[in-house]
């Protein structure tokens, strides 16, 4: 996978909040691989998402994850005496959508106003394959084109005219 942002435009933004939002509250509470993945599942089994055929069997799945860490961790409090664990790895699950929800539109705009290159395997897992129409693009891009490249300043030129004009 392969996202490449030119060096004045480094996405540092989403990276403070990811170490401030998942990595030290994941790390006060010792999260493991296992622990991760099962929360990650439990995002990506969501049955009131577009355009699913079986919501029972997302559902099912869901609840699969749930049990699992319930077992992981009553199993785990054997050894610690870590209190409601898994009610606090539940609380982590709105930063860890919140975050993943913000790159995914960090890198939708990067790559609509040309700031970034997204290949087709990032495209296909994190923006869904929705490929932006490209009049649009153009059209957003046209009033600051310099040189068949957007730059930075008639990016943001760009869009306060249109904000303005809103």
Do not use: W
Not at 43 to 49: C, E, H
Not at 142 to 165: D, F, H, K, W, Y
């Amino acid at each position: 996978m392969k996202l490449s942002f030119p060096k004045n435009m480094r996405p540092t933004c989403v990276v403070g909040r990811i170490i401030d939002e998942l990595v030290l509250p994941m790390r006060r509470l010792g999260v493991d691989l296992c622990e991760y993945v099962a929360l990650k599942a439990i995002l990506f089994f969501n049955p009131v998402a577009r355009d699913v055929s079986d919501p029972n069997s997302v559902e099912n799945a869901r609840i699969a994850c749930l049990r699992a860490i319930e077992r992981r961790c009553q199993r785990g409090s054997l050894i610690t005496s870590s209190e409601c664990r898994s009610g606090r790895l539940l609380l982590l699950l709105p930063s860890l959508q919140a975050v993943a929800q913000q790159m995914v539109e960090d890198v939708q705009l990067a790559r609509l106003f040309g700031l970034a290159n997204v290949d087709s395997l990032m495209e296909e897992l994190i923006l869904h394959d929705e490929r932006p129409d490209r009049d649009v693009r153009q059209s957003l891009a046209s009033p600051c084109q310099m040189n068949e490249s957007i730059t930075v300043e008639s990016a943001t030129a760009s869009l306060n005219g249109i904000a303005n004009r809103v």
